[in-house]
């Protein structure tokens, strides 16, 4: 498994078989370790499927771009959440809400719900459990009232109880770390990761600000969770391929 970083919320996993490209809606060409445009190209040429999925419609998760991808890549699939507007017919499409499970070709999936827009994926691969959370977060505002406070709560533990209760393994955790919520920017990771000890956790929703990934790596340290630092777009995070 190779696992690269694009930006904010957009990583791509490449398997034996297949790329798997999560959250794409722009990428950026400073700093990079590889050039995103060359390798989508390489992508298009590969025998390898390709997986696109995309958890909600808001524009810094979604980019209708990728829809016209399929003309240049037979074996591509899109997993979209249902709140993301198709005006035309695309092949190979799959429309998902939380509480849907399917498989396409050598991929199971499984959809969680999100506190904000849209879905979570569970994606089953190559004996490997990955879990990218979209916009799933504990997001606590600091201007939050104390009943907007409480439901936010109770809605994401409800969430990660379900996970929870799905009973895999995670291998791989995709989730927000996100420092607009000030000294509340832990709250989802840390509960995330006590509950469902994930073995590798990879910061996101950070947008530049990429300090924030070695500061949340710190707060956490005492957990047997591996936390990945990013330091700039484009970085191929690991590879064990």
């Known amino acids: 498994m190779k696992i690269r970083y694009i930006y904010h919320s957009c990583f791509l996993i ?3 078989n297949s790329f798997l490209l999560f959250d794409y809606f722009k990428h950026k060409s400073d700093k990079a370790d590889f050039d995103f445009l060359k390798l989508l190209n390489d992508i298009f040429a590969s025998p ?4 696109i999925f995309s958890s909600h419609s808001h524009q810094d998760h979604f980019n209708y771009d990728v829809l016209s991808w399929v003309n240049k890549k037979p074996n591509i699939y899109y997993i979209l959440s249902s709140d993301i507007k198709i005006y035309n017919r695309v092949e190979n499409s799959y429309v998902i809400r939380p509480g ?3 498989a396409i070709n050598e991929i199971k999936l499984n959809i969680f719900d999100s506190t904000d827009e849209g879905v979570s994926f569970m994606v089953s691969v190559d004996g490997l459990n990955l879990f990218h959370a979209g916009d799933l977060n504990w997001w606590k505002w600091a201007d ?9 709560e109770n809605a994401f533990k409800k969430i990660v109880a379900d996970i929870s209760n799905h009973d895999k393994k995670i291998d791989v955790a995709f989730f927000p770390v996100d420092k607009r919520l000030e000294s509340n920017y832990l709250c989802g990771g840390q509960y ?12 996101m929703h950070f947008w530049d600000d990429y300090e924030t990934t070695s500061s949340f790596k710190k707060a956490v340290a005492a957990h047997s969770t591996n936390i990945i630092e990013i330091k700039h777009p484009n970085e191929t995070l690991y590879a064990n391929m």
């Not at 390898?48 to 997986?51: D, G, I, P, V």
């Not at 939050?144 to 936010?152: F, I, L, N, S, V």
């Open 192 to 203: 995330f990761i006590d509950k469902l000890k994930p073995k590798l956790f990879i910061p």
């Open 14 to 16: 490449e398997n034996t």
């Open 48 to 51: 390898k499927a390709l997986y």
């Open 144 to 152: 939050d009232t104390p009943e907007e406070e409480k439901a936010m």
């Open 100 to 102: 849907d499970e399917l």
